[in-house]
């Protein structure tokens, strides 16, 4: 029985011998579960055969060999857990190596769009505002005749309408309007003080186009009507306007002018965003650029609407968002607003 | 208006330089455009000169040679200019002078060798004159630099339209004057009168006083008819104006001084010495000045005799009384007339003059006696004119100088300015108001101090407070004024939130991947008419319709169905040719061109447009939205509709790219993808797609949006928003496009007012959810939206979502057929669900499908 019993420690050495002999050749997780289940496996495992036969020993024998069968059994499973490491950690090398792509090929993100300018520009404008608490409104653009001039104190064959070549649709009573003055009128007419707004929006002038005139543009209108609120403020409001717009350093000049719904009239320059008021070509060596026009809302404007001059005061400045645009971005030519160039339209 | 530096000095003290007198007036609101320096690149080569011999050329038929002494000696000089002759003094460019672009050198022409150049007023600067060589006073040294005599500094304001008075020397000097706190010097017309008085030998009769306030005349008599001065010339070139004879420079020089328009008739030829002012009557027609014959009407003002008109009064004159070489008496006008008459003749007759410019902005009728003795006592000094004692003066209502009580405090309650009321005083007494302190007590409870302020009868645009607040500020200065932050109340919620739902809508179509375009609102029937596969009278309906609230009036919605079995679709009816004039659209009177002549029904015209613009320069496709409005016409006489709509166009592939995907052109189901995409943004969940039919669009390919709201009877309302679809191909032949384009418009308000109100928030389910897949097999014509809906419609509450995954057909699907697979996602709110449960509700779905569209589980 010793022989026997030696025998087949031996075998099982030769087979532990063998089975790890056949592991160390082992190139694939496929390889390795064929091998677990010649060896291991639970049924017919050469390891298993081995097993079945310990009932057939003799009670001294048993223990030796079922002894010996786990100590090849763990030998062989701890192998075989070490190789399927190896293998995984190969496997997933070789993965990440196929894997590897040209990061710098460019992505597939969609191709942004980009708002027009003037879009951009009155976003701009209306933010500032809105934050000294304007609310934006809108208005017609087909307007009567009395909106955008009788209203505003520009009688019919008052010489100021020169300053205002228009669109007649029905001649003498409906236009196109020619500025965003008329909504002073409509918001004034449909509430009571305090009012602030900004009227964004288009105009339309008959006028030839070239380089720095357009048929239509845009205008941005303010109106601010309290019982306290002074020249003053109306100075303070586009002198922040203009810092916030142009640079922190922005200087406002009030000049003199004339407007037939604004007394006192102030057309408001700022210091050249180019050379700083030293003189240069944009600011053709004036130092000073125009920005807008602006006053306090008229008497006849305020009575025309139904309040009292004598208790309510108000400011209205009205400026041209391509004028500010082009000023803005150093954009020399007005048609480049409605040729929707994409070309000219990406860059905002 | 054009201000000779020199001419304004004879008036008041100038001590600041040319830059700071323009910056002083500038600021005060009397903005000067333009310095031009006269004379500054004339250099040393332009001197005074003689022309002492004159022969004409031989072989030429306009050309002259000139001997020229030239002070320091004699050269010869070819000049083709028809008005010189011996003895002429005149300017002489040398060699190396430059004349614009031009150096002046030595040349040989026809045998003669010219060694300079005569010139012209406008060779030299002065003005536009150029029809011949500017002669210079008889007086002239010669061989000087021209410079050392002639340069000036002009100054070219912008006049505004409430400042008559300001369109003179004599009106700018006297803001000078108060502005720099300088004496103003008016000149004193001193003359003799003598002979017959005026009054025996002219008549004037004014009939319309409204159109014409003030009337005066002189009679001035045995002037001689010349050229003028050469002072008197240059002053009038430099103003912009050309020297015609004597007499009418004076009547031109005395407008520009002192601003009142004058007329000189030929005495003689005024029939019967009478002058008749009286309104045109309808059709009545004269031949003025300028030689053209002008058609009158009956709100325009003439000057008449008793056998016609010779003048269109304050506007132009005619040739019949003009005054002409053989001219000995002058009948001087002086006149006043009513601004808005004057303006809406020169309007009407498209005749704006020197003398119209003035009268339309309003002059002092106070103006028009200073006029006449100006000019009378030049006519006395320059032409030998007797003038004949006394003036015919029609002035029925003599204005009265007005006067109002201002109080100073209205400056710094207007302005925010402190001022004292000695400063206001200064200010207003220094622009020749008449200023005076009223008792307090008298005129006012809070015992203010009060001002009687009276007011120049030339500024006729003075009316009250505010406008004294402008006056005063204008001469202590804008730049005085503090810059404060208004604390006035701010104004209630307006709950209008249309402008931060317009940027919120472009930034969703920007992230979108498109760009934002902003055509002109104007455009022509025929550029909208091209949207039209067919033209005629019912397609062209499209372009004006809206959504309404009744549902779908006014929309051409048909499903294609519909259309199939329909008899007179849209396609096949209106043989008739359509006349692009008849499709209703808001239209301009009066036109840039006519691709400009009314304004836009969609914005899809001015997209496509864009398409076609830049696909010519741009590989990659493109991808554009616009925001803006349409213009529905309503009744005559009313305001159009004006709808907000935003349009979107895609045309070709995303992107130059190499991932295949983007660079596919587009398909239809992108189009929709990013209205979709803006409704979820938008958070509208109610809403439906429909195969529709329009006649921009393939009718295979185009789906009317609505969006839905709770209807009255428990169901729900559809309201159109829009269509979207690809372009129909006879549309986008017309637009040579690379690829095919696809289009859509949406009615904003339509979109906004489909918004929920407030956002409502589920709590989300902690129990498990079922998934199930779903793969049927429907007839092609089955629409996907119905049997999403039959789906969603049976599985019920318990069915929380329904995802189409795939679409397919191709063996082994029949022909004719499709198969749709679906993922369903079963979550009760409550409870876990049972497998039971989420198979009888699929079953029962399965079966409704059967039912509905005889749609079978696919194997």
């Known amino acids: 029985m010793i022989e026997q019993l030696d025998a087949l420690l031996a075998q099982l050495d030769a087979l532990q011998e063998r089975a790890l002999r056949e592991l160390e050749a082992i190139n694939s997780l496929a390889e390795l579960e064929d091998w677990d289940v010649r060896y291991l496996g639970r049924h017919r495992g050469e390891l298993k055969n081995f097993s079945t036969l310990i009932p057939k020993l003799g009670k001294a024998e048993r223990p030796v060999i079922g002894q010996k069968i786990n100590a090849v059994k763990e030998k062989l499973e701890s192998a075989l857990e070490t190789r399927r490491q190896e293998l995984r950690d190969r496997e997933l090398r070789e993965a990440l190596e196929r894997e590897r792509l040209d990061v710098t090929l460019p992505g597939r993100a969609l191709p942004a769009g980009h708002m027009h300018p003037i879009s951009r520009t009155i976003l701009e404008v209306a933010r500032i505002f809105t934050r000294m608490g304007f609310q934006v409104v809108q208005g017609p653009e087909v307007e009567t005749d009395y909106y955008n001039f009788q209203a505003l104190n520009i009688p019919v064959d008052h010489p100021a ?188 | 208006m054009r201000v000779p530096l020199s001419w304004l000095k004879e008036y008041v003290e100038i001590t600041q330089s040319p830059q700071e007198l323009a910056h002083t007036l500038t600021m005060a609101g009397l903005e000067v455009e333009t310095l031009d320096y006269i004379g500054a690149d004339w250099g040393d080569q332009i001197i005074t000169a003689q022309i002492t011999h004159l022969e004409k050329v031989p072989g030429s038929d306009h050309l002259s040679y000139t001997r020229i002494n030239t002070g320091s000696g004699e050269i010869g000089v070819i000049c083709g200019a028809p008005n010189i002759k011996e003895g002429d003094k005149v300017p002489l460019a040398l060699p190396g002078a430059r004349i614009g672009d031009l150096t002046i050198g030595v040349a040989r022409k026809m045998g003669y060798v010219s060694e300079g150049m005569l010139c012209s007023p406008r060779e030299l600067g002065l003005g536009s004159d150029h029809s011949g060589i500017y002669i210079l006073d008889p007086e002239t040294p010669l061989g000087v630099k021209l410079a ?38 008016l000149p004193e017309p001193r003359f003799n009168e003598q002979g017959q008085p005026a009054a025996e030998l002219v008549k004037v009769t004014v009939e319309d006083r409204e159109l014409c306030p003030r009337y005066s005349a002189r009679v001035i008599s045995g002037v001689k008819i010349g050229p003028s001065p050469g002072w008197m010339a240059r002053r009038l070139l430099m103003a912009g104006m050309r020297p015609i004879n004597l007499i009418v420079d004076i009547t031109n020089y005395v407008m520009l001084e002192v601003g009142q328009p004058l007329h000189a008739f030929d005495y003689d030829l005024v029939r019967e010495h009478h002058i008749i002012v009286r309104r045109a009557r309808d059709g009545e027609e004269m031949t003025t000045l300028d030689g053209v014959q002008r058609r009158l009407r009956n709100d325009m003002l003439l000057i008449t005799d008793p056998q016609g008109p010779t003048a269109i009064a304050g506007v132009m004159g005619s040739a019949i009384s003009e005054v002409n070489e053989g001219t000995t008496r002058i009948l001087l006008e002086s006149a006043n007339f009513k601004p808005a008459s004057i303006r809406r003749t020169a309007v009407a007759l498209g005749l704006r003059t020197e003398s119209s410019s003035r009268f339309e902005k309003g002059l002092d009728p106070e103006l028009t006696i200073f006029g006449a003795n100006r000019a009378a006592q030049l006519m006395a000094e320059l032409a030998g004119g007797q003038v004949h004692p006394g003036i015919v003066d029609v002035y029925p209502k003599p204005v009265e100088a007005r006067s109002i009580l201002f109080s100073p405090a209205e400056v710094e309650w207007l302005t925010g300015l402190k001022v004292t009321s000695r400063q206001v005083h200064e200010a207003l007494s220094a622009l020749e108001f008449k200023v005076e302190e009223v008792s307090a007590a008298a005129d006012a409870a809070g015992g203010e101090q009060l001002l009687r302020v009276t007011i120049p009868t030339f500024r006729g645009d003075i009316e009250e407070g505010a406008d004294l607040v402008e006056e005063v500020l204008r001469m202590i200065g804008y730049d005085q004024l503090p810059a404060t932050v208004p604390e006035g109340p701010l104004p209630e919620p307006h709950g209008d939130h249309w402008f931060e739902r317009e940027y919120e809508i472009r930034e969703i179509l920007i992230g979108l991947g498109l760009h934002e375009i902003l055509t002109y609102a104007m455009t022509s029937r025929q550029r909208m008419l091209n949207l039209l596969a067919e033209v005629n009278a019912q397609t062209a309906q499209v372009l004006l319709q809206k959504p309404a609230d009744d549902g779908q009036a006014g929309w051409i919605i048909a499903s294609a169905q519909e259309r199939a079995g329909s008899e007179d679709g849209l396609a096949s009816d209106g043989r008739e040719p359509f006349d692009a004039r008849s499709l209703p659209a808001v239209t301009i009177a009066n036109p840039l061109s006519n691709e400009l002549e009314c304004m836009r029904l969609t914005l899809l015209s001015g997209l496509m447009e864009t398409l076609q613009e830049n696909s010519k320069r741009n590989r990659a496709g493109l991808r554009l939205f616009e925001i803006g409005r349409r213009y529905l016409p309503r009744g005559a006489g009313e305001l159009p509709e004006e709808r907000r709509c935003a349009g979107i166009a895609l045309c070709g592939p995303a992107a130059i790219s190499w991932v295949p995907e983007l660079a596919r052109p587009a398909d239809f189901y992108d189009l929709k993808g990013i209205v979709e995409t803006l409704l979820e943004r938008l958070h509208i969940r109610r809403y439906r797609f429909s195969a529709a039919q329009h006649p921009t669009f393939h009718p295979g390919r185009c789906a009317v949006l609505e969006v839905g709201r709770p209807g009255m009877d428990g169901g729900e309302r559809f309201t159109p928003v829009g269509f979207l679809g690809e372009v129909h191909p006879l549309v986008q032949q017309r637009y040579d496009l690379p ?113 509905e569209f005889g749609a079978v589980l696919r194997s």
């Open chain 1, 161 to 348: 309408r020169d300053m205002q070549d228009t669109f007649w649709v029905v001649p003498g009573e409906i236009l196109l309007r020619t500025q965003t003055s008329p909504m002073q009128i409509r918001v004034m007419q449909a509430t009571r003080p305090p009012v602030r707004v900004i009227v964004p929006g288009k105009v339309f002038r008959h006028e030839a186009i070239d380089a720095s005139h357009e048929a239509m543009f845009h205008q941005i209108e303010g109106l601010l009507v309290d019982e306290r609120c002074t020249m003053a403020d109306l100075k303070g409001s586009l002198a922040r306007f203009a810092r916030e717009m142009f640079g922190e350093d922005r200087r406002v000049r009030f000049r003199g002018s004339y407007f037939p719904f604004t007394e006192p009239s102030a057309e408001v320059d700022i210091d050249c965003i180019l050379c700083k008021g030293s003189g240069c070509r944009l600011c053709k060596y004036s130092g000073w650029l125009e920005i807008l026009g602006s006053g306090m809302v008229h008497p006849r404007v305020l009575r025309e609407v139904g309040y009292d001059p004598r208790k309510y005061r108000g400011y209205a400045f009205g400026m041209g968002v391509e004028r500010i645009a082009m000023l803005k971005y150093a954009i020399g030519e007005i048609r480049l607003f409605s040729g929707n160039d994409l070309r000219f339209l990406r860059q905002f």
């Open chain 2, 739 to 851: 690829h095919r384009a696809y289009l859509c418009e949406l009615d904003l308000e339509t979109l906004y007012a489909a918004v929920p109100e407030r956002l409502n928030y589920a709590p989300i389910s902690r129990h498990q959810e079922l998934t199930r897949d779903l793969a049927v097999v429907v007839d092609q014509q089955v629409p996907a939206r119905a049997v999403q809906e039959a789906i969603e419609r049976h599985g019920g509450e318990l069915l929380r979502t329904v995802a189409l995954f795939d679409v397919y057909t191709g063996t082994p699907i029949p022909p004719g057929k499709k198969s749709l697979t679906y993922t369903l996602l079963y979550q009760a709110q409550d409870r876990t669900l049972t497998d039971a449960e989420a198979n009888a509700l699929q079953e029962r779905i399965v079966a409704a499908l059967g039912e």
């Open chain 2, 148 to 185: 050392d005599l002639l340069s000036d500094v002009v100054l070219e304001f912008a006049i505004k339209a409430h400042r008559g008075d300001l369109s003179s020397i004599i009106g700018i000097a006297r803001e000078v004057a108060a502005l720099t706190h300088k004496p103003l010097r």
